[in-house]
């Protein structure tokens, strides 16, 4: 019977299929093998797009609502709740899961040429922080909207570990390797002996001596480049005439892509137009009414990410807000980048050496660090991860497809 693998990621998806003895990586949006995790709602044609063709609708100008980091919100309170699409008509968070996940299975079988019933699903080692019930949870309502996806047989691999069998196909000899997922939504690591002589196990239980992760990752660092950057333009850490701080909750709303929307609704835009007398520059609020009433928060936030991107890719950047006022730009750099960063980059490479500490092994004896996940493309952060393990050759896989290629390694094991 045919079977995938489904990497569901928080910024980037992908699936593998089987292709005679090996695995490969199925077209999910014309040549793409990977694509974004993003669903458009077109409100003004009425239909549903996926990926890059999603942002480009969204940024076309087209009505409706765009949805990313879905991920993000399994485990959740806002998991089960309903969201407005923007044409009246609403949809729980979790249906939108489904769609998502119905679409990779329907390009899935496009390239196979049969229906598919059976897969192997990646997950972070932890949805949720320092919860075991709602890291449950998560996993739980993944394999539900899999399921009404129309997958019948689901299994689930954590994303690191399926990150080191793509990295162990590529091995002559056995090595302790910690594999360093750092995507969209969290950062996942692992500890576990790869090796030739170790490939054909199907059960690699003794393999892994220690998982670790946190919730921080791109996103994390998209929101304090909003922050740092973007929103005090609109007012953010500015002071009333009496010297304090403007209320804040609007800014941080306005930095998370799943809460952007409850800004628009109209009790809090009313909320939000009685507090002009709270702003010492009256520019501030005015811009910040622009973003409210012109509905620019997904904008906005698809702009601190472009910038941290770019400003990743070398040199500096020119954040443009010219539709929110003319010639209003703010020039980015590395240095500001590497500051707005660092609580992240610290709580990531401290959740590295615990991971070594939970294995009882020393930093000295990790032997590689295997870098996967779209956020390794951060040189800074990956720096202070070779920091934190100075003995360990660093290796970069594919930062947005080891994982699909390792889950379609453990589903050919698995199913095959």
């Given at each position: 019977m045919p079977y995938c693998a489904i990497d569901f990621g928080t910024s980037n998806s992908a699936v593998a299929l089987p292709r005679g003895e090996t695995m490969m990586l199925a077209p999910v949006e014309g040549a793409h093998t990977t694509?974004?995790?993003?669903?458009?709602?077109?409100?003004?044609?009425?239909?549903?797009?996926?990926?890059?063709?999603?942002?480009?609708?969204?940024?076309?100008?087209?009505?409706?609502?765009?949805?990313?980091?879905?991920?993000?919100?399994?485990g959740s309170s806002l998991a089960d709740t309903m969201t407005d699409l923007g044409d009246g008509s609403a949809i729980k968070y979790t249906e939108i899961i489904a769609?998502?996940?119905?679409?990779?299975?329907?390009?899935?079988?496009?390239?196979?040429?049969?229906?598919?019933?059976?897969?192997?699903?990646?997950?972070?080692?932890?949805?949720?922080?320092?919860?075991?019930?709602?890291?449950?949870l998560a996993q739980d309502q993944l394999e539900t909207a899999a399921r009404s996806a129309g997958l019948k047989e689901i299994h689930f691999q954590y994303?690191?570990?399926?990150?080191?069998?793509?990295?162990?196909?590529?091995?002559?000899?056995?090595?302790?390797?910690?594999v360093a997922d750092i995507g969209g939504g969290t950062s996942d690591f692992s500890l576990?002996?790869?090796?030739?002589?170790?490939m054909g196990r199907i059960d690699r239980k003794d393999d892994v001596l220690a998982h670790h992760g946190v919730h921080v990752a791109g996103t994390?660092?998209?929101?304090?480049?909003?922050?740092?950057?973007?929103?005090?333009?609109?007012g953010y850490r500015s002071l009333d005439p009496e010297g304090r701080e403007v209320p804040n909750r609007v800014y941080f709303d306005?930095?998370?892509?799943?809460?952007?929307?409850?800004?628009?609704?109209?009790?809090?835009?009313?909320?939000?137009?009685?507090?002009?007398h709270l702003y010492r520059d009256v520019r501030h609020h005015e811009r910040l009414m622009r973003v409210v009433e012109r509905r620019l928060g997904h904008s906005l936030a698809a702009r601190a990410e472009e910038a941290k991107i770019g400003v990743a890719a070398g040199g500096e950047t020119s954040i443009d807000l010219d539709d929110l006022e003319a010639d209003l730009r703010i020039a980015f750099d590395e240095a500001q980048l590497i500051e707005a960063g660092t609580e992240e980059v610290h709580r990531i490479a401290q959740a590295a050496r615990e991971t070594a500490k939970a294995a009882g092994v020393s930093l000295g004896d990790v032997d590689a660090l295997y870098f996967t996940g779209g956020t390794t493309g951060l040189h800074f952060l990956t720096n202070a991860l070779c920091a934190a393990f100075p003995d360990a050759k660093a290796v970069f896989g594919d930062r947005l497809a080891s994982v699909a290629a390792g889950l379609g390694i453990h589903a050919q094991r698995i199913f095959a």
């Open positions: 694509l974004p995790t993003a669903v458009f709602f077109n409100t003004d044609e009425h239909s549903r797009s996926y990926g890059r063709a999603a942002l480009a609708e969204y940024i076309d100008g087209f009505d409706g609502r765009l949805m990313r980091s879905l991920k993000s919100i399994l769609i998502f996940v119905a679409f990779l299975k329907r390009q899935a079988e496009a390239c196979a040429g049969v229906s598919i019933e059976r897969a192997v699903l990646g997950r972070p080692v932890f949805f949720v922080d320092d919860d075991p019930r709602a890291d449950r994303e690191p570990i399926a990150a080191a069998f793509d990295y162990e196909s590529r091995l002559k000899d056995e090595a302790l390797v910690l576990v002996r790869v090796g030739p002589q170790r994390d660092f998209d929101r304090r480049v909003e922050l740092e950057t973007i929103l005090p333009e609109l306005l930095a998370t892509w799943h809460l952007i929307n409850t800004i628009y609704s109209g009790k809090r835009v009313g909320e939000l137009a009685l507090m002009r």
